[in-house]
């Protein structure tokens, strides 16, 4: 799960420091203030997730969710490195067998466990193509930094500046390249032998556990065979320095030796045990970042994305024979996506409309085409929604959206995953009061259910009012909410200042007068 994001040197958010992810975050401040480039960053993941690119960002696409131009007009004008970052802290789900949870003692079981991991990446431009320059990797407080160069080969790890891995080995007759996939946000390590113009995918393991073969060699007795060592080697599991040693101690595996070793630097020598816990960490790196890879990916799978500026109602809409799984960004498929539900979905979506509400959407098809039809819920009258205020097409994408998120919460919360996140731009556009404090309410209710995670770039005062109503009404938590005020300076960049309701409901750090120009 992502708990937080950070992001430097991206148009004018120099740096917007860490921000949680919280069940609503309300995104506030006057035009061009930087607000809608930070909720932007999360469609910009999903689409640089679900396409084939040279590069590990896409920064535009034909008919993709936003358009940031390419790495040089994404660049903060006044950065001092010409360089855009990325930085998560996430807690990623053990998928592997030699990682163990960091917040578990249990090692049988691996469904549910998790390991804390912060990951910063650093992307560059050779003025073509966007590549992954660095990758920072902080496990348990030890940081290691991954760097690559613009082709994408590995050139280094480091931990506190010390080398810990020279890819360039291997004889004149086979060369061995360790490189970065260039399909994936977050760069996957992949090996390949080149041996007499032949290439060959390798394991990637080997090359990263020389660091700790040769520590466990220097902890056995010098007798000790190579196959042993090997063994020993795999055995090692990471987990938390703790369970590292436990393991070791209880491992019938182990030798007395190594055992006795080890337990002499883990309770008499902290410098060499780090060194000995670094290399365990050198050893997993493949596995890691494949982890933390797959975490992104699931992320990104769960943003939806919707524009400040949604598609207008039509009486009739060709009707296509396509699955529709999710509503676009402006709401063009709306149609389309009613239209492929079930009878018994499309009577759930309605039934949860009319509870939140107080009034529904369903298609109807005849003779090649389809009208979307508003029923309200006192009356049981249905009129086509080219009948009804512009205001019901904007907010009908919303609904929807919510309403999918509110379908996937409990396997989200059962399976440990990231909780869909729903990004949406001013959301109250052409919606009357009432029903921006309805929006408040919806997300005031999943935020509790645990449905979804709102970001919400808005200039409701409507909104930011309801929520605090709810909070002081017990309808929410004060600690799910999280107020952020984007203010730009003279240099172009923009401060962000964290507000937060008390337990009252009442605005706290909030600048007086701020909705009133």
């Known amino acids: 799960m992502i708990r937080s994001m950070r992001v430097k040197n991206l148009r004018s958010l120099k740096d917007t420091g860490s921000i949680d992810l919280k069940p609503i975050t309300v995104l506030l401040g006057k035009n061009s203030s930087g607000k809608s480039t930070f909720a932007r960053c999360f469609p910009l993941i999903k689409q640089s997730v679900q396409k084939r690119t040279k590069g590990p960002v896409l920064w535009y696409g034909e008919g993709d969710y936003v358009d940031f131009g390419s790495f040089e007009t994404a660049l903060f004008d006044g950065s001092e490195k010409e360089e855009i970052v990325f930085e998560f802290e996430m807690n990623v789900p053990v998928r592997h067998r030699n990682l163990y949870s960091f917040n578990s003692t249990s090692r049988k079981r691996l469904v549910g466990r998790v390991m804390e991991v912060g990951a910063s990446l650093y992307l560059e431009s050779d003025g073509k193509n966007t590549y992954s320059r660095k990758l920072s990797i902080t496990i348990q407080g030890v940081v290691f930094d991954i760097v690559f160069d613009s082709n994408h080969n590995l050139e280094n790890v480091y931990c506190d500046d010390v080398s810990w891995i020279d890819p360039r080995v291997g004889q004149r007759s086979r060369k061995i390249n360790i490189y970065a996939k260039g399909d994936s946000f977050f760069p996957v390590i992949s090996t390949e032998i080149v041996d007499d113009g032949q290439i060959f995918d390798v394991s990637s393991k080997r090359f990263f556990s020389r660091n700790a073969l040769e520590l466990v060699r220097g902890y056995c007795r010098s007798n000790t065979g190579i196959k042993t060592i090997l063994e020993m080697v795999d055995a090692l599991k990471l987990g938390s320095r703790h369970q590292v040693y436990q393991s070791i101690q209880s491992g019938s595996i182990f030798p007395k030796t190594f055992k006795k070793n080890v337990e002499n630097i883990f309770s008499g020598d902290k410098k060499a045990f780090d060194e000995f816990y670094a290399a365990l960490i050198v050893k997993e790196i493949p596995e890691i970042l494949e982890s933390i890879a797959t975490e992104m990916s699931m992320f990104s799978r769960g943003v939806r994305y919707l524009r400040p500026l949604r598609a207008h109602a039509e009486r009739f809409y060709r009707r296509q024979e396509l699955a529709v799984d999710e509503v676009d960004a402006s709401g063009d498929n709306v149609h389309m996506f009613l239209d492929s539900l079930s009878r018994g979905d499309s009577d759930k979506l309605k039934k949860w409309m009319n509870d939140n509400f107080g009034f529904s959407v369903y298609s109807k098809s005849k003779d090649g085409h389809v009208e979307i039809l508003i029923e309200d819920k006192a009356s049981g009258r249905s009129r086509n929604i080219a009948d009804m205020g512009f205001g019901y097409s904007q907010f009908i994408p919303i609904a929807i959206q919510a309403w ?114």
């Open 404 to 517: 999918e998120s509110s379908r996937k919460s409990q396997f989200n919360q059962m399976s440990n995953r990231n909780p869909d996140s729903i990004v949406i731009e001013q959301p109250e556009l052409h919606l009357h009061p009432h029903y921006q404090m309805m929006f408040a309410d919806l997300m005031a209710s999943m935020a509790e259910e645990g449905g979804g995670r709102f970001i919400v770039e808005t200039h409701s005062q409507h909104i930011v009012n309801r929520l605090g109503e709810l909070v002081s009404r017990g309808k929410v938590k004060e600690n799910d909410i999280s107020i952020l005020l984007f203010e730009t300076n003279d240099d172009g960049s923009v401060d962000i200042i964290r507000s937060y309701f008390n337990e009252d409901g009442v605005l706290m750090n909030w600048p007086f007068g701020f909705f009133e120009g």
